[in-house]
């Protein structure tokens, strides 16, 4: 499972915890512009715009789990199952998409949210897997610019595309309940609350975060959007980038997966693998791995020339500044 979050600052971010049970060997991918991206039942693009992203490459192709483009538009895939549908039949007026290829054509493509929606419009995603080792995954899919969000859900009743006005996603159930299930929770407040209890019956506080009982703290999809969204809406900016970027790394710890509180069907542990935070203006990668703490950094560098995907792996060794 995963939650994926936006955040509007002194510049303007985009990122993601991945939640899995085990680690893909993700490592930071860079596409650069000349890369030629090839697709099952497209024209293949070349001379697009360039990318980075976190994802695996596979015979030479980049598997991207969530990226940013030149322009700043950003999208990441989360994990939706059992409401995911892939079309087994071709569309006649239609882009034939797979799923592992939707993230590079949208991102290879557009420049904004609205080029992107338009884009989507014109997508049928098809049930064609990358290979036998690597079947498709049930997902939805977060897009993003500096400005607006959208959310697109592939489900038996068709393709759906939603304005997201929060700029949260996690998993199940789809996004027009999470968002309908937020009313539940129109009583929550960072301040501390009145006494609505009783007239008669002079209650005190102890303490502060009084208003905020009530906010779910338990890891199911559901309470992780309610949580995120909590957080995130109710956040201070920084004065600098760099408090920014910490502060959104301090908003997705709110909803971490801690390895031990939670098992699979198939008794793993799930935990947050990685956790990252795009700078949409810097078209700057920040991360971190479960087993790394410490802040990494990698920017695209936009080489019109070169043809060559360009991998940075993940540094999984925890990095302590010892001072004696």
């Not at 034939?96 to 557009?110: A, D």
């Not at 338009?118 to 995603?125: A, D, G, S, Y």
Request: charged share 20%; with cysteine; hydrophobic share 35%.
């Amino acid at each position: 499972m995963c939650t994926a979050i936006t955040l509007n600052g002194n510049n303007n971010y985009f990122g993601r915890n991945l939640d899995l049970d085990f680690s893909y060997g993700e490592e930071v991918i860079i596409t650069p512009a000349e890369y030629e991206f090839k697709f099952r039942r497209e024209k293949s693009i070349r001379n697009h715009k360039a990318l980075i992203g976190v994802g695996i490459i596979v015979n030479d192709y980049p598997l991207y789990f969530d990226a940013i483009n030149e322009d700043g538009l950003g999208m990441a895939g989360l994990n939706f199952p059992g409401n995911a549908y892939y079309d087994d039949t071709l569309g006649n007026d239609k882009n034939n998409i797979t799923p592992f290829e939707f993230i590079p054509w949208i991102l290879s493509q557009c420049s904004n949210v609205n080029e992107a929606r338009k884009l989507v419009e014109r997508i049928n995603l098809i049930n064609i897997s990358f290979s036998e080792q690597l079947p498709l995954a049930g997902l939805h899919w977060l897009i993003t610019d500096r400005e607006k969000s959208i959310v697109v859900e592939a489900t038996k009743e068709g393709l759906h595309i939603y304005d997201n006005p929060i700029g949260v996603l996690t998993n199940n159930p789809e996004f027009n309940y999470q968002m309908y299930n937020l009313n539940k929770y129109r009583s929550l407040s960072i301040s501390t609350p009145q006494n609505t209890f009783s007239d008669s019956v002079n209650l005190q506080v102890d303490g502060t975060g009084f208003g905020g009982i009530g906010l779910p703290g338990d890891v199911s999809p559901e309470s992780r959007f309610v949580r995120a969204a909590f957080s995130k809406l109710n956040s201070s900016k920084g004065m600098t980038v760099e408090e920014d970027i910490t502060q959104f790394f301090h908003i997705l710890e709110t909803v971490e997966q801690i390895k031990g509180v939670n098992k699979t069907e198939s008794g793993h542990e799930e935990y947050t693998v990685y956790s990252n935070c795009y700078d949409l203006d810097s078209k700057t990668l920040y991360y971190t791995t479960y087993e790394n703490r410490q802040i990494v950094a990698v920017t695209l560098n936009k080489n019109k020339k070169d043809n060559k995907l360009i991998a940075y792996p993940f540094k999984r060794v925890q990095e302590i500044n010892k001072l004696n």
